[in-house]
């Protein structure tokens, strides 16, 4: 007997609703739900690869733990009882932030790691935190805290409403949204285009977006910064500003900063930098601010580059100073059943410590991940010799992965929360495996805060997990009680463990807090989950600047513009990133439908490149860069910007010492492999993934 449920994806921001045919706790179809409130019926092929994973062979259900080099299946007590001896023996031995945490991109799509993992971390009160933060997103977060007050008061482009969507480096066709939960991105640029409307991508690439927008543009990767700072100028020199209802939130000293900071970024400078006709840019200016309502979206082409940081200020201030900030239309700030951005930091969460090796700034309670491997093998005082990972594969996800790979062999300890043996945790000594995906409940307690329509839902677990497995959230509840009562008995102190309340009672409560008179139980009842209406004009009651202002011009901004020089000529080419639509970043590549067919792992070369190097398509070549080289197959296509290569993210799959039958034979090479570790935003020090030089040969 068949019955159809209904939940939410959960495997990238966009949150779709999916209607899944089950017969008792087996999946027989999955379905977009035409009913679901914010994706009325739109689902990406990913959605299907939910119930692959739920049935791949390979993935982990139980335990494993590594005696004389071999992995063996062990309790869940044994599991943990080991683990916190390990933990406390090294925080002990060479004090608390000896141990490090790693939290990957999965952490936020999984409700109870989500909700429970900081528990277990503030338990190690460690400084040693890393994730994937600081590879693509934390110049976002710092826009926000510097302008906004509060690193989670993230505005959101208003798709749905507005008349002119600038994009900057990104391709949200193929990434489903980022930092934006937008399912059905295509019918929402489609619906732009049908009110009359216009999209513009600006990209070193001719992306899968940029052929369905209006207009496309190729820029020279990294020098974003020139194009957004001569646009600002434009705004002043045509005396275009508007404040609109955010005029009395700012500081107009501060503004008048801003207008000669960028008085000397003419068209003609931001040209000579970026490739783009001066008359081009002035043409964008002048559509920009003619549109009735405009937003400029900047993602990870420009987030994780050179001066990632400046770039997210400068979206913001353009958004702002055209009246496109808060505004319908514009760039909004959605309003979640549980805001995450409410509560003000006693001390701003920027800056409070440095990277033991490089002293890179913390930032959010954590160092930029790329320090991670020097931190292992500086020896010294704080030297790493312990590893938590959580949902995370950094040796392919964070720069110079290779070495990181190597830096984890040398630890005295490694645990894994993770659903795969794979190249990270194949360092492990022990790899705690949770239920998920289908057999998970799902709240979207992040991404109702990036959503461009309020909505809220709630997925009961769509079929049972397996008696003996453990849910994430049990896992890590059940860990702090293990480390907890270790950390006691060598204290010499008495340890009574206290009950923690379940998922659905900790959201429960969470909602409660939050002042709406929702409840699991009620979100229950709406299995399409509730419409809570569209986006309103809000920050003016938000902000958590200390002095109840939009800070416009931060120092940090002032300084990074002030040291904003030319961008130095190079021979080299320039590497950027891409993504597909069948990948999830490092995972995914284990299911045989999102990966079959021809390899999308290639270097994508303009044939003026090619022809220089007397490589032609298909041919195998080496991209080598300061930290390494890669082998893989050249494709030669005008999509591309001459002088840049374009090789996916997330690939690089071993051959030894993992169990991904699928990916080993789909293995691609890792581009991280060739992202310098040694390079950081200069204000944030966030990664710069994207513009790293690297030459070209035939292999
Ligand atoms: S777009 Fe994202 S949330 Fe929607 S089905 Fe695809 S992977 Fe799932």
């Known amino acids: 007997m068949t019955e159809t449920k209904y939940r939410t994806c959960n495997l990238c921001e966009a949150m779709c609703g999916l209607a899944i045919e089950v017969d008792g706790n087996q999946v027989v179809s999955i379905r977009p739900d035409q009913d679901d409130v914010l994706s009325h019926g739109h689902i990406c092929p990913k959605a299907f690869a939910l ?118 480096g990104g391709n949200p066709l193929v990434s ?153 239309g514009g760039s909004m700030f959605p309003s979640a059943p549980i805001d995450i951005a409410a509560r003000k930091a006693r001390q701003a969460p920027f800056k409070r410590w440095q990277s033991r090796t490089s002293g890179q700034p913390e930032a959010m309670g954590e160092v930029p991940a790329q320090t991670l491997a020097e931190d292992i093998t500086t020896p010294g005082t704080g030297q790493i010799k312990g590893l938590v990972t959580i949902c995370g594969n950094p040796v392919l996800s964070v720069p110079n992965g290779a070495r990181l790979d190597a830096a984890m062999e040398t630890l005295d300890f490694m645990v894994s929360v993770d659903i795969y043996l794979n190249e990270t945790t194949r360092h492990a000594d022990v790899i705690l495996p949770p239920a998920t995906g289908l057999e998970a409940a799902h709240f979207g307690f992040v991404f109702h805060n990036l959503a461009v329509h309020n909505t809220a839902k709630f997925s009961s677990p769509t079929i049972e997990k397996d008696p003996d497995a453990k849910f994430d959230w049990e896992i890590f509840s059940d860990l702090s009680v293990a480390v907890a009562q270790e950390q006691a008995a060598r204290n010499g102190e008495d340890y009574t463990p206290q009950a923690l309340p379940t998922l659905e009672d900790r959201l429960d409560m969470m909602l409660h807090a939050s002042g709406t008179d929702l409840t699991i139980a009620a979100l229950k009842e709406a299995p399409h989950g509730v419409d809570r209406g569209a986006l309103v004009p809000n920050i003016g009651k938000r902000l958590l600047t200390d002095s109840g202002q939009i800070e416009v011009f931060p120092a940090i901004y002032a300084e990074g513009l002030a040291n904003l020089a030319p961008t130095a000529p190079t021979a080299d080419l320039l590497l950027i990133g891409r993504r597909h639509l069948r990948t999830n970043n490092s995972w995914l590549h284990n ?101 790293v030089p690297v030459t070209v040969a035939l292999a």
């Open 51 to 168: 119930q692959d994973v739920n049935e791949d062979p390979d993935r982990l259900r139980l335990p494993l733990r590594k005696i004389d080099g071999d992995w063996q299946q062990v309790s869940w007590a044994e599991a943990y009882a080991y683990t916190a001896k390990r933990i406390v023996d090294i925080q002990q031995a060479g004090g608390r932030d000896a141990l490090a945490v790693y939290a990957g991109n999965p952490s936020v799509h999984n409700t109870g790691t989500l909700l429970f993992a900081p528990v277990f971390r503030r338990l190690l009160r460690t400084k040693s935190n890393y994730s994937a933060t600081s590879v693509d997103q934390l110049t976002h977060h710092l826009a926000a805290l510097m302008m906004f007050g509060q690193v989670n008061l993230l505005p959101v482009p208003d798709i749905n409403r507005t008349d002119f969507w600038l994009i900057l």
């Open 176 to 328: 489903n949204g980022s930092m934006m939960t937008a399912p059905n991105v295509s019918g929402k640029l489609r619906a732009i285009q049908q009110r009359g409307g216009k999209v513009v991508v600006i990209d070193p690439r001719r992306t899968e977006t940029a052929k369905k927008a209006d207009q496309h543009l190729f820029i020279t990767p990294g020098t974003d910064i020139w194009l957004l700072l001569a646009l600002i100028n434009l705004v002043f020199t045509h005396d275009a500003v508007t404040l609109g209802h955010l005029a009395d939130k700012i500081n107009m000293e501060q503004l008048l900063a801003v207008e000669s900071a960028v008085a000397h970024i003419t068209p003609a400078v931001a040209s000579r930098e970026t490739g783009i006709p001066g008359a081009e840019i002035e043409a964008l200016a002048a559509a920009f601010l003619q549109a009735n309502t405009a937003v400029c979206y900047g993602r990870l082409g420009v987030s994780a580059a050179q001066h990632g940081g400046l770039c997210q200020w400068a979206v913001v201030v353009l958004n702002l100073i055209t009246g496109n900030l808060d505004a319908v």
């Open 591 to 691: 299911v045989e439908s999102m990966v079959r067919g021809r390899n999308t792992c290639t270097a994508m070369l303009h044939p003026a490149d090619a022809a220089a190097h007397k490589i032609t398509d298909g041919s195998l070549i080496e991209v080598t860069s300061r930290v390494g080289s890669v082998t893989l197959p050249a494709e030669i296509t005008a999509d591309i910007a001459q002088g840049v290569v374009s090789i996916p993210h997330g690939w690089g799959h071993k051959k030894e010492g993992i169990r991904l039958r699928v990916a080993q034979g789909h293995a691609g090479v890792s581009i991280n492999d060739l992202v310098d570790d040694q390079v950081f935003d200069a204000v944030s020090g966030s990664a710069v993934i994207n513009a």
